[in-house]
């Protein structure tokens, strides 16, 4: 599949009112007459479905030549599929190359501190995001001994776990915000080749080879199931084996979900 033709139109031919759109020099240029050719609420769908995989594409674009080449470098492993990409890009960041999440992952993959540092890149980690985590831990201990003492009827211990958990909860939200707006001030107006000295989770070059390579690893283990390794990149492969498949996390499933439904329209515009 050459990306290169699907983002210069080729996903848009054939598509009734969004026939008559063209792309000139990577920009929507307004069509000289557009005849309606469907009903209303179809066309508007289709218009948002435009909108959005253009959107999901802009910020991939000068990038178009390296996913290539990250996903031939990676074929052996498993096939990716660029649309994929797309869509995980979509989902994590709403292709925000500047996004960070409220725990700390950052990028238009959203890539989690430890997970970038175990992949080998450099990662501002500060003690903000260390006690966020350790405050956040506690938060989900005391959650569940309040919940087992509910269910053994201790309903005044219960109440103390409940007003324990709360805090370290307020606490975590405390450190981490910190956390985002240190890293945000850090790579503010920075170059790509200084944010390399910064956090390379946002370099976009590194963080579409992070994508692609964990992406054919999750795809080869899950034998080509495109559910589950999607779940996977959200869950990671630990959670997919113990649970032979899809994660029960709520998180995980509405995940998996909103990816196939972004990775199901860029095919179908394709198309």
């Known amino acids: 599949m050459n990306l290169t033709n699907i983002i210069r139109g080729t996903i848009f031919t054939g598509m009734g009112f969004l026939s008559s759109l063209y792309i000139s020099d990577n920009v929507l240029s307004p069509p000289k007459q557009i005849t309606p050719v469907v009903e209303a609420k179809e066309e508007e769908r289709e218009r948002v479905g435009l909108e959005e995989i253009q959107e999901s594409f802009s910020v ?10 990250a996903i031939e470098r990676n074929k052996d492993i498993y096939p990716v599929d660029p649309l994929l990409i797309a869509a995980i890009v979509k989902v ?7 996004a960070v999440s ?12 430890e997970t970038a540092k175990e992949y080998g890149f450099n990662v501002h980690i500060t003690d903000d995001f260390k006690n966020g985590w350790k405050e956040w831990r506690q938060y989900i201990r005391q959650n569940s001994l309040a919940e087992r003492y509910f269910h053994q009827n201790n309903f005044e211990r219960a109440r ?14 405390r450190f981490f915000d910190r956390y985002k707006k240190d890293l945000l001030n850090k790579i503010k107006g920075k170059s790509q080749e200084e944010i390399l000295e910064i956090d ?26 495109l559910r589950v390794a999607i779940a996977a990149y959200n869950a990671g492969l630990g959670a997919v084996r113990k649970y032979k498949g899809i994660p029960t996390y709520s998180q995980t499933v509405i995940y998996q979900n909103k990816v196939m439904n972004a990775y199901n329209k860029l095919k179908k515009l394709e198309r």
Not at 92 to 98: G, I, K, L, R, Y
Not at 102 to 111: D, N, P, S
Request: charged share 20%; aromatic share 8%; with cysteine.
């Open 60 to 69: 991939l674009m000068p990038y178009i030549d390296h996913i290539e080449t």
């Open 92 to 98: 994590e960041s709403s292709s925000n190359a500047h």
């Open 102 to 113: 409220w725990v700390g992952a950052a990028g238009l993959f959203q890539i989690m501190p």
């Open 160 to 173: 103390r776990m409940e007003i324990s958990s709360d805090e370290h909860h307020r606490k975590a939200t």
């Open 200 to 225: 390379q989770r946002f370099h976009i070059p590194f963080a579409i080879d992070f994508c692609i390579e964990t992406m054919a690893k999750n795809l080869r283990a899950s034998n080509g199931d």
